[in-house]
Protein backbone atom coordinates (compact mmCIF):
# COMPACT_ATOMS: atom_id res chain seq x y z
CA UNK A 1 0.00 0.00 0.00
CA UNK A 2 2.73 2.49 0.82
CA UNK A 3 4.69 1.49 -2.80
CA UNK A 4 1.22 2.33 -4.32
CA UNK A 5 0.77 5.56 -2.76
CA UNK A 6 4.52 6.62 -3.79
CA UNK A 7 4.22 5.32 -6.81
CA UNK A 8 0.83 7.10 -6.96
CA UNK A 9 2.78 10.38 -6.35
CA UNK A 10 5.59 9.34 -8.78
CA UNK A 11 3.34 9.36 -11.73
CA UNK A 12 1.51 12.62 -11.20
CA UNK A 13 5.21 14.00 -11.16
CA UNK A 14 6.32 12.49 -14.28
CA UNK A 15 2.77 13.41 -15.93
CA UNK A 16 1.19 16.43 -14.62
CA UNK A 17 2.71 19.47 -16.50
CA UNK A 18 4.23 21.59 -13.51
CA UNK A 19 6.90 22.80 -13.77
CA UNK A 20 8.52 23.09 -10.48
CA UNK A 21 8.94 19.04 -10.78
CA UNK A 22 10.90 19.74 -13.25
CA UNK A 23 13.05 22.31 -11.82
CA UNK A 24 16.86 21.24 -10.82
CA UNK A 25 19.02 23.31 -8.08
CA UNK A 26 22.45 23.03 -6.98
CA UNK A 27 21.86 25.29 -4.45
CA UNK A 28 22.94 23.72 -0.69
CA UNK A 29 20.65 21.68 0.93
CA UNK A 30 21.90 20.27 3.77
CA UNK A 31 18.63 18.45 5.28
CA UNK A 32 17.81 16.88 1.49
CA UNK A 33 22.06 16.26 1.35
CA UNK A 34 21.90 13.91 5.05
CA UNK A 35 18.49 12.40 3.80
CA UNK A 36 19.65 11.47 0.26
CA UNK A 37 22.70 10.09 2.05
CA UNK A 38 21.12 8.08 4.63
CA UNK A 39 18.43 6.58 2.22
CA UNK A 40 21.49 5.94 -0.20
CA UNK A 41 23.46 3.89 2.33
CA UNK A 42 20.06 1.95 3.42
CA UNK A 43 19.41 0.90 -0.46
CA UNK A 44 22.57 -0.50 -0.54
CA UNK A 45 22.28 -2.45 2.19
CA UNK A 46 18.53 -3.60 1.43
CA UNK A 47 19.27 -4.44 -1.96
CA UNK A 48 20.26 -8.18 -0.65
CA UNK A 49 17.62 -8.64 1.57
CA UNK A 50 14.86 -6.59 1.32
CA UNK A 51 13.96 -5.42 -3.19
CA UNK A 52 10.76 -3.79 -1.66
CA UNK A 53 11.93 -1.65 0.79
CA UNK A 54 14.50 -0.21 -1.84
CA UNK A 55 11.79 0.43 -4.05
CA UNK A 56 9.58 2.58 -1.58
CA UNK A 57 12.88 4.21 -0.15
CA UNK A 58 13.82 4.97 -4.21
CA UNK A 59 10.30 5.79 -4.76
CA UNK A 60 10.04 8.26 -1.56
CA UNK A 61 13.37 9.91 -2.09
CA UNK A 62 13.21 11.20 -5.98
CA UNK A 63 9.29 12.21 -4.69
CA UNK A 64 10.84 14.51 -1.96
CA UNK A 65 13.73 15.39 -4.47
CA UNK A 66 11.90 16.55 -6.82
CA UNK A 67 9.79 19.03 -4.97
CA UNK A 68 12.88 20.69 -3.55
CA UNK A 69 15.04 20.30 -6.83
CA UNK A 70 17.68 18.49 -5.47
CA UNK A 71 20.48 16.95 -7.93
CA UNK A 72 22.26 14.88 -6.10
CA UNK A 73 19.15 12.99 -4.47
CA UNK A 74 17.20 13.17 -7.81
CA UNK A 75 20.40 11.27 -9.72
CA UNK A 76 20.37 8.41 -6.92
CA UNK A 77 16.46 7.81 -6.32
CA UNK A 78 16.36 7.88 -10.73
CA UNK A 79 19.22 5.02 -10.93
CA UNK A 80 17.08 3.26 -7.88
CA UNK A 81 13.98 3.16 -9.97
CA UNK A 82 15.49 2.54 -12.91
CA UNK A 83 17.09 -0.89 -11.27
CA UNK A 84 13.34 -1.20 -10.58
CA UNK A 85 11.67 -1.43 -13.77
CA UNK A 86 14.40 -3.22 -15.11
CA UNK A 87 13.39 -5.86 -12.84
CA UNK A 88 9.96 -6.06 -13.41
CA UNK A 89 10.87 -5.62 -16.45
CA UNK A 90 9.53 -2.15 -17.97
CA UNK A 91 12.18 -1.51 -20.49
CA UNK A 92 11.18 1.35 -21.99
CA UNK A 93 10.12 3.44 -17.90
CA UNK A 94 13.98 1.93 -16.75
CA UNK A 95 15.51 3.43 -19.77
CA UNK A 96 14.02 6.63 -19.21
CA UNK A 97 15.02 6.91 -15.42
CA UNK A 98 18.67 5.67 -15.85
CA UNK A 99 18.78 8.61 -18.93
CA UNK A 100 17.49 10.48 -16.40
CA UNK A 101 20.00 9.85 -13.90
CA UNK A 102 23.02 9.65 -16.42
CA UNK A 103 22.29 13.07 -17.82
CA UNK A 104 21.41 14.95 -14.36
CA UNK A 105 24.64 13.12 -12.71
CA UNK A 106 26.90 15.50 -15.55
CA UNK A 107 26.86 18.39 -13.49
CA UNK A 108 27.91 16.56 -10.01
CA UNK A 109 30.82 16.81 -7.89
CA UNK A 110 29.97 13.77 -6.26
CA UNK A 111 31.76 11.68 -8.44
CA UNK A 112 30.34 7.84 -6.62
CA UNK A 113 27.04 9.25 -7.91
CA UNK A 114 28.18 9.43 -11.37
CA UNK A 115 29.63 6.43 -11.41
CA UNK A 116 26.29 4.72 -9.85
CA UNK A 117 24.40 6.26 -12.39
CA UNK A 118 26.36 5.30 -15.15
CA UNK A 119 26.43 1.50 -13.36
CA UNK A 120 22.48 1.77 -13.68
CA UNK A 121 22.63 2.94 -17.07
CA UNK A 122 25.09 -0.02 -17.95
CA UNK A 123 22.83 -2.94 -16.45
CA UNK A 124 19.73 -1.65 -18.36
CA UNK A 125 21.92 -2.01 -21.49
CA UNK A 126 23.31 -5.29 -20.72
CA UNK A 127 20.49 -6.74 -19.23
CA UNK A 128 16.94 -5.37 -21.11
CA UNK A 129 18.64 -4.03 -24.23
CA UNK A 130 21.96 -6.62 -24.95
CA UNK A 131 23.98 -3.57 -26.50
CA UNK A 132 26.96 -5.37 -24.48
CA UNK A 133 29.55 -2.74 -26.49
CA UNK A 134 27.85 0.43 -24.96
CA UNK A 135 27.16 -0.93 -21.58
CA UNK A 136 31.31 -2.31 -21.29
CA UNK A 137 31.63 1.55 -21.72
CA UNK A 138 29.65 2.73 -19.23
CA UNK A 139 30.67 -0.08 -16.68
CA UNK A 140 34.34 1.09 -17.53
CA UNK A 141 33.10 4.61 -16.85
CA UNK A 142 31.66 3.33 -13.36
CA UNK A 143 34.56 1.75 -12.75
CA UNK A 144 36.60 4.58 -12.75
CA UNK A 145 34.53 7.64 -11.26
CA UNK A 146 33.77 4.87 -7.84
CA UNK A 147 37.99 4.56 -8.17
CA UNK A 148 37.98 8.12 -8.12
CA UNK A 149 35.86 8.50 -5.64
CA UNK A 150 37.38 5.88 -3.21
CA UNK A 151 34.33 3.55 -3.20
CA UNK A 152 35.90 0.39 -3.40
CA UNK A 153 32.64 -2.13 -2.90
CA UNK A 154 30.86 -0.06 -6.08
CA UNK A 155 34.34 0.27 -8.21
CA UNK A 156 34.18 -3.94 -7.69
CA UNK A 157 30.99 -4.05 -8.53
CA UNK A 158 31.22 -2.53 -12.14
CA UNK A 159 34.76 -4.31 -12.48
CA UNK A 160 32.61 -7.77 -11.66
CA UNK A 161 30.38 -6.86 -14.83
CA UNK A 162 32.69 -5.87 -16.80
CA UNK A 163 34.20 -9.76 -16.18
CA UNK A 164 30.75 -10.84 -17.14
CA UNK A 165 29.86 -8.87 -20.44
CA UNK A 166 33.91 -9.50 -21.68
CA UNK A 167 33.42 -13.25 -21.06
CA UNK A 168 30.05 -13.30 -22.94
CA UNK A 169 31.78 -11.25 -25.86
CA UNK A 170 34.53 -14.21 -25.50
CA UNK A 171 37.53 -11.82 -24.29
CA UNK A 172 38.06 -14.61 -22.01
CA UNK A 173 41.70 -13.37 -21.02
CA UNK A 174 40.45 -9.80 -20.37
CA UNK A 175 37.37 -11.40 -18.81
CA UNK A 176 40.15 -13.28 -16.12
CA UNK A 177 42.27 -10.07 -15.92
CA UNK A 178 39.01 -8.79 -14.61
CA UNK A 179 37.86 -11.49 -11.93
CA UNK A 180 41.72 -12.07 -10.41
CA UNK A 181 41.64 -8.00 -9.86
CA UNK A 182 38.19 -8.66 -7.96
CA UNK A 183 39.80 -11.28 -5.81
CA UNK A 184 42.99 -8.98 -5.42
CA UNK A 185 41.68 -6.10 -3.96
CA UNK A 186 38.66 -8.12 -1.69
CA UNK A 187 41.91 -10.18 -0.45
CA UNK A 188 43.72 -6.76 0.26
CA UNK A 189 40.44 -4.59 1.66
CA UNK A 190 39.77 -7.74 3.72
CA UNK A 191 36.05 -7.74 2.19
CA UNK A 192 34.92 -11.24 1.78
CA UNK A 193 31.91 -10.27 -0.75
CA UNK A 194 34.49 -8.60 -3.24
CA UNK A 195 36.55 -12.23 -2.76
CA UNK A 196 33.10 -13.89 -3.55
CA UNK A 197 32.47 -12.10 -6.42
CA UNK A 198 35.93 -12.24 -7.72
CA UNK A 199 36.43 -16.34 -7.54
CA UNK A 200 32.45 -16.24 -9.21
CA UNK A 201 33.83 -14.35 -11.72
CA UNK A 202 36.92 -16.50 -12.51
CA UNK A 203 35.36 -19.40 -12.07
CA UNK A 204 32.50 -18.84 -14.74
CA UNK A 205 35.39 -17.12 -17.04
CA UNK A 206 37.50 -20.57 -16.44
CA UNK A 207 34.14 -22.61 -17.39
CA UNK A 208 33.94 -21.13 -20.89
CA UNK A 209 37.27 -22.25 -21.69
CA UNK A 210 36.92 -25.51 -20.26
CA UNK A 211 38.83 -25.68 -17.22
CA UNK A 212 36.45 -27.27 -15.12
CA UNK A 213 38.06 -28.46 -12.41
CA UNK A 214 39.55 -24.65 -11.75
CA UNK A 215 36.35 -23.43 -12.46
CA UNK A 216 34.51 -25.82 -9.59
CA UNK A 217 37.66 -24.66 -7.12
CA UNK A 218 36.60 -20.90 -7.31
CA UNK A 219 32.60 -21.31 -7.84
CA UNK A 220 32.60 -23.30 -4.40
CA UNK A 221 35.08 -20.70 -2.37
CA UNK A 222 32.91 -18.31 -4.10
CA UNK A 223 29.30 -19.99 -3.24
CA UNK A 224 30.88 -19.96 0.60
CA UNK A 225 31.99 -16.57 0.69
CA UNK A 226 28.87 -15.11 -0.75
CA UNK A 227 26.57 -17.56 1.82
CA UNK A 228 28.49 -16.28 4.67
CA UNK A 229 27.72 -12.21 3.78
CA UNK A 230 25.21 -13.54 3.39
CA UNK A 231 24.84 -12.00 -0.53
CA UNK A 232 22.15 -13.77 -2.46
CA UNK A 233 22.02 -12.27 -5.76
CA UNK A 234 25.80 -13.13 -6.15
CA UNK A 235 24.89 -16.66 -4.65
CA UNK A 236 22.36 -17.38 -7.05
CA UNK A 237 24.88 -16.78 -9.76
CA UNK A 238 27.51 -18.51 -8.66
CA UNK A 239 25.55 -21.54 -7.56
CA UNK A 240 23.95 -21.69 -11.23
CA UNK A 241 27.45 -21.36 -12.91
CA UNK A 242 28.48 -24.70 -10.02
CA UNK A 243 25.43 -26.62 -11.59
CA UNK A 244 26.62 -26.16 -15.20
CA UNK A 245 30.12 -27.47 -14.23
CA UNK A 246 29.06 -30.37 -12.77
CA UNK A 247 26.90 -30.93 -15.40
CA UNK A 248 30.06 -30.56 -17.81
CA UNK A 249 31.75 -33.08 -15.37
CA UNK A 250 29.17 -35.90 -15.81
CA UNK A 251 27.74 -35.31 -11.73
CA UNK A 252 24.45 -34.93 -12.53
CA UNK A 253 23.06 -35.65 -9.62
CA UNK A 254 25.04 -33.61 -7.69
CA UNK A 255 24.62 -30.36 -10.40
CA UNK A 256 20.19 -31.18 -9.78
CA UNK A 257 21.06 -31.06 -6.05
CA UNK A 258 22.90 -28.01 -6.33
CA UNK A 259 20.65 -25.97 -9.03
CA UNK A 260 17.15 -27.06 -6.83
CA UNK A 261 18.27 -25.91 -3.58
CA UNK A 262 19.40 -22.76 -5.78
CA UNK A 263 15.68 -22.44 -7.15
CA UNK A 264 14.33 -23.28 -3.59
CA UNK A 265 16.59 -20.28 -2.03
CA UNK A 266 15.22 -17.84 -4.91
CA UNK A 267 11.84 -18.59 -4.15
CA UNK A 268 12.14 -18.47 -0.58
CA UNK A 269 13.84 -15.27 -1.21
CA UNK A 270 11.53 -13.68 -3.63
CA UNK A 271 14.31 -12.96 -6.06
CA UNK A 272 13.24 -13.08 -9.83
CA UNK A 273 16.25 -11.30 -10.91
CA UNK A 274 18.68 -11.85 -14.00
CA UNK A 275 21.09 -13.54 -11.05
CA UNK A 276 18.56 -16.41 -11.65
CA UNK A 277 19.71 -17.32 -15.58
CA UNK A 278 22.54 -19.63 -15.09
CA UNK A 279 20.60 -21.43 -12.42
CA UNK A 280 17.51 -22.08 -14.70
CA UNK A 281 20.02 -22.91 -17.59
CA UNK A 282 21.85 -25.55 -15.49
CA UNK A 283 18.20 -26.89 -14.81
CA UNK A 284 17.21 -27.45 -18.71
CA UNK A 285 20.54 -28.69 -19.14
CA UNK A 286 20.54 -31.32 -16.32
CA UNK A 287 17.00 -32.12 -16.97
CA UNK A 288 17.30 -32.80 -20.73
CA UNK A 289 20.60 -34.92 -19.80
CA UNK A 290 18.99 -37.35 -17.84
CA UNK A 291 15.97 -37.65 -20.09
CA UNK A 292 18.32 -38.98 -22.30
CA UNK A 293 19.87 -41.60 -20.68
CA UNK A 294 16.70 -42.85 -19.55
CA UNK A 295 13.63 -45.04 -20.41
CA UNK A 296 9.61 -45.11 -19.67
CA UNK A 297 8.09 -43.69 -17.21
CA UNK A 298 11.52 -42.27 -15.56
CA UNK A 299 12.54 -40.38 -19.09
CA UNK A 300 8.76 -38.98 -19.09
CA UNK A 301 9.17 -37.48 -15.53
CA UNK A 302 12.52 -36.07 -16.55
CA UNK A 303 10.89 -34.46 -20.12
CA UNK A 304 7.99 -32.62 -17.58
CA UNK A 305 11.00 -31.23 -15.80
CA UNK A 306 13.06 -29.98 -18.38
CA UNK A 307 9.55 -28.97 -20.05
CA UNK A 308 9.04 -26.74 -16.91
CA UNK A 309 13.04 -25.54 -17.08
CA UNK A 310 12.78 -24.25 -20.47
CA UNK A 311 9.08 -22.24 -20.04
CA UNK A 312 10.98 -20.59 -17.01
CA UNK A 313 14.33 -20.33 -19.25
CA UNK A 314 11.95 -18.03 -21.53
CA UNK A 315 10.38 -16.49 -19.04
CA UNK A 316 13.99 -15.22 -18.03
CA UNK A 317 14.78 -13.10 -21.72
CA UNK A 318 12.08 -10.90 -20.23
CA UNK A 319 15.06 -10.16 -17.82
CA UNK A 320 18.15 -10.62 -19.66
CA UNK A 321 17.71 -10.83 -23.61
CA UNK A 322 21.11 -12.76 -23.79
CA UNK A 323 19.40 -15.55 -22.89
CA UNK A 324 17.60 -16.45 -26.33
CA UNK A 325 20.11 -18.32 -28.08
CA UNK A 326 20.30 -20.75 -24.97
CA UNK A 327 16.60 -20.95 -24.71
CA UNK A 328 16.20 -21.64 -27.98
CA UNK A 329 18.84 -24.26 -27.97
CA UNK A 330 17.71 -26.43 -25.31
CA UNK A 331 14.04 -25.75 -26.76
CA UNK A 332 15.16 -27.88 -30.05
CA UNK A 333 16.86 -30.86 -27.78
CA UNK A 334 13.55 -31.08 -25.76
CA UNK A 335 11.80 -31.30 -29.38
CA UNK A 336 14.62 -33.57 -30.60
CA UNK A 337 14.26 -36.24 -27.79
CA UNK A 338 10.25 -36.01 -27.85
CA UNK A 339 10.72 -37.41 -31.84
CA UNK A 340 9.71 -33.67 -33.20
CA UNK A 341 13.04 -33.64 -35.14
CA UNK A 342 12.30 -30.96 -37.99
CA UNK A 343 11.12 -28.47 -34.62
CA UNK A 344 14.14 -28.99 -33.24
CA UNK A 345 16.23 -28.34 -36.11
CA UNK A 346 14.05 -24.69 -37.08
CA UNK A 347 14.78 -24.01 -33.29
CA UNK A 348 18.96 -24.44 -33.39
CA UNK A 349 18.76 -22.72 -36.33
CA UNK A 350 17.02 -19.76 -35.01
CA UNK A 351 19.35 -20.21 -32.00
CA UNK A 352 22.52 -20.29 -34.30
CA UNK A 353 20.90 -16.66 -35.93
CA UNK A 354 20.05 -15.17 -32.24
CA UNK A 355 23.69 -15.42 -30.99
CA UNK A 356 25.07 -14.47 -33.94
CA UNK A 357 22.85 -11.41 -34.01
CA UNK A 358 23.52 -10.76 -30.32
CA UNK A 359 27.48 -11.73 -30.91
CA UNK A 360 27.42 -14.13 -28.25
CA UNK A 361 30.46 -16.62 -29.24
CA UNK A 362 30.29 -19.78 -26.96
CA UNK A 363 26.52 -19.97 -27.12
CA UNK A 364 26.98 -19.91 -31.04
CA UNK A 365 29.65 -22.76 -31.02
CA UNK A 366 27.60 -24.54 -28.26
CA UNK A 367 24.21 -24.56 -30.34
CA UNK A 368 26.42 -25.56 -33.32
CA UNK A 369 27.92 -28.61 -31.60
CA UNK A 370 24.54 -29.07 -30.67
CA UNK A 371 23.51 -29.17 -34.22
CA UNK A 372 26.26 -31.29 -35.59
CA UNK A 373 26.08 -34.15 -32.70
CA UNK A 374 22.40 -34.67 -33.76
CA UNK A 375 22.52 -34.59 -37.41
CA UNK A 376 25.87 -34.60 -38.07
CA UNK A 377 26.35 -31.66 -40.25
CA UNK A 378 28.74 -28.89 -39.70
CA UNK A 379 27.66 -25.39 -39.47
CA UNK A 380 29.89 -22.82 -41.13
CA UNK A 381 30.14 -19.51 -40.87
CA UNK A 382 27.90 -18.50 -43.89
CA UNK A 383 25.49 -20.55 -43.01
CA UNK A 384 24.62 -18.03 -39.98
CA UNK A 385 22.60 -15.10 -41.15
CA UNK A 386 22.06 -12.94 -38.48
CA UNK A 387 19.33 -10.68 -40.16
CA UNK A 388 17.33 -14.33 -40.56
CA UNK A 389 15.59 -13.16 -37.22
CA UNK A 390 14.10 -10.25 -38.35
CA UNK A 391 11.90 -12.41 -40.75
Same mark, same amino acid.
Given at each position: ???? %?????????????????????????????????????????????????????????????????????????????????? =????????????????????????? %????????????????????????? &???????????????????????????????????????????????????????????????????????????????????????????????????????????????????????????????????????????????????????????????????????????????????????? %?????????? &??????????????????????? =?? =????????????????????????????????????
Amino acid at each position: MEIA %RAATVQLAHRRLPLRRYRLISDEPDPWMDELSRVVDTLGWIYFFSDPERVVLDSLRQLNTAERRGHRLASVRASTGLGFTFD =AIPTRTIAGNYHSRAVALSARLENR %RSVGIAHLGLAHHQRYQLAAFDEAL &ANYARAAEECRRAGDIRSRMGATLMLAEVTGLKGDLDTSLEHGHTLIEIGEDAGDNQVRGWGHHAVGRTLYLTGALADARSHLELGCELSAAVPDYQALLVARGNLGLVLIRQGELAAAIDVLEQTRTLARRRRLRTFACTDMLKGLASGYLTLAEDAEGVERDEFLRSAKQACRALARQERLD %RAVGPATLRF &AGTYWWLRGKRAKAERLWRRSLE =AA =AELGLPYELESTRLELAGRIGEAVPDAAVDPAATAR
